[in-house]
């Protein structure tokens, strides 16, 4: 039998010498065994194996077109997106499909601060695009280069399937609620945009969250302008620092709505170490009901998004493309205002 190649990984080049058959032959033992007789494959394997030789899956893949793998394109780095448990339940449901359908999940976020730079590295058949504009160099470069793509959390596209829950709606529900109970000096914790709001305005979810916000305000005679406003990013920390600023503000915010439940976390710990009560004082809402806001202490008062279908439809509706079925439309998922006990009627 012929020895370990030393130095270096056996290619089928080895195995084919080693064997005395062809690249042909050895390809034909790990793939299409019926193209060659049992004893010549039986010699091919057991030469493979003395060589330590492993045929290269990925490439076999790829050559053929499928890896069997999805791509979820993230918005931002890694770390952050690991650190906001939303992403968890998203990709839980993700997960389900691809564990339900036989795929593998890969996650890709920017390459150098850049989601365009990361497309061409992800070996997978198609993208869920969490979170980016349709009219971005993304979305017109995965239409470029022919891969099924479905949008999740971003603008409608008329060319791809696409997942959203009714931003809109929630936000007006939950800020009529603040508004029923009395509520007038109210702040608005919101996730950070991107740095063209100025020129172009609030995009995607939040900003149907934002119209939501308005069209409540001004059923009840207000305006955004009566509103304090901080945009930071989506962290426990961030929550936290801009409720202790807002507070600071001459006209201390009876009720602090927060567009994600993770901000307002942060902002219930900046409360509770300046002494103020929730919601005796101070009233917090969220946006998102994750898991723990319902044992949050006091238990938080937010918007419920399906969070786990959310990602479970983009899921299905990308593995769909992939094999080329019938192609999914827009969806559109409901949400509900879950009513806790971080909100009363203001003291003053």
């Not at 962290?235 to 009876?254: C, H, K, M, N, W």
Request: charged share 20%; proline share 6%.
């Amino acid at each position: 039998m012929p020895s370990r190649k030393v130095g270096g990984k056996p290619t089928s080049s080895d195995v084919a010498a080693a064997a005395g058959v062809s690249r042909s032959a050895v390809s034909f033992a790990f793939n299409n065994p019926q193209r060659i007789s049992a004893a010549t494959r039986e010699r091919i394997l057991a030469v493979a194996a003395d060589l330590g030789y492993t045929p290269n899956t990925l490439a076999r893949m790829l050559q053929a077109g499928t890896t069997n793998s999805i791509g979820v394109l993230l918005p931002q780095r890694l770390a952050q997106i690991l650190e906001n448990p939303y992403y968890a339940r998203f990709l839980m449901g993700v997960g389900q499909i691809c564990d339900q359908e036989g795929y593998t999940l890969l996650l890709t976020p920017p390459l150098q601060d850049s989601v365009l730079k990361a497309i061409p590295y992800a070996a997978v058949d198609g993208f869920i695009v969490c979170g980016l504009e349709t009219e971005g160099a993304e979305v017109a470069e995965l239409v470029r280069r022919d891969v099924p793509f479905v949008l999740a959390d971003s603008d409608h596209y008329e060319n791809a399937p696409s997942v959203e829950v009714d931003d809109r709606g929630g936000a007006h529900e939950v800020t009529r609620y603040l508004l029923e109970l009395g509520h007038r000096r109210i702040a608005v914790l919101s996730i950070a945009p991107g740095p063209d709001v100025a020129t172009r305005g609030y995009r995607g979810p939040l900003g149907r969250r934002m119209h939501g916000i308005a069209d409540a305000l001004e059923a009840a005679g207000l305006t955004m302008a009566d509103v304090a406003l901080a945009e930071v990013p989506v962290t426990r920390v961030d929550g936290y620092r801009a409720t202790q600023e807002l507070i600071s503000r001459p006209a201390r915010p009876t009720a602090i709505m927060a567009l994600s439940d993770v901000l307002a976390y942060g902002a219930v710990d900046a409360l509770q170490e300046l002494g103020l009560r929730v919601p005796e004082d101070v009233s917090v809402t969220g946006f998102d009901d994750l898991a723990e806001s319902a044992w949050f202490r006091p238990r938080l008062t937010t918007v419920r998004q399906p969070i786990v279908t959310k990602g479970r439809s983009a899921a299905s509706f990308l593995i769909s493309a992939v094999r080329g079925e019938d192609q999914h439309p827009h969806q559109l998922l409901g949400t509900t205002l879950i009513v806790r006990d971080s909100v009363t009627k203001p003291l003053m």
